[in-house]
């Protein structure tokens, strides 16, 4: 991945511009998912097809080989992430949303995820934490800042 371009989107990322936030995070996002090229993002859209087809098992089953394929590929792990919070599995999609933060420490989608799942939890701490660690790279980010909120109240 290119580290000047991705630099320079984070920094879009905190611009006031909210269209020049929203590119970015839309530009982001497409660099995350065409990673691998072709072949990573043929099989991102083959298990999001499994997924709306409501075939669960079949989705899990081709990111798993993508992930067992391509274990540097973020963005499977992030949507077999994805996958597990569905389906009510917080502690596997913890698991795989701190693999994301790993080989991706500014992917925001998943800070954001770990913070959704350590509130499913009831570990509401570790979700603010988790919000806020997504707010320093998207500082306007209302839902973080609404989660950070609704879990501060929690802890009260």
């Known amino acids: 991945m290119d580290n000047l371009a991705i630099d320079r989107l984070l920094n879009h990322l905190k611009d006031?511009?909210?269209?020049?936030?929203?590119?970015?995070?839309?530009?982001?996002?497409?660099i995350w998912f065409h990673q691998k090229g072709v072949y990573g993002l043929e099989i991102l859209s083959q298990s999001q097809a499994f997924i709306n087809a409501g075939q669960i098992d079949e989705a899990e089953t081709v990111l798993n080989d993508l992930i067992q394929d391509q274990p540097d590929f973020a963005e499977a792990w992030n949507r077999r992430a994805v996958l597990y919070y569905l389906q009510k599995q917080y502690r596997r999609s913890l698991t795989d949303?701190?693999?994301v933060v790993e080989l991706n420490p500014v992917h925001f989608g998943a800070l954001h995820g770990?913070?959704?799942c350590h509130a499913a939890l009831g570990e509401y701490a570790a979700a603010i934490q988790a919000f806020r660690r997504a707010l320093e790279i998207q500082p306007y980010a209302l839902v973080n800042q609404r989660m950070i909120l609704e879990c501060t109240a929690k802890l009260s």
């Open 16 to 30: 006031p511009d909210e269209l020049t936030r929203q590119e970015a995070t839309e530009e982001l996002w497409r």
């Open 114 to 116: 770990m913070g959704l």
């Open 97 to 99: 949303c701190q693999r």
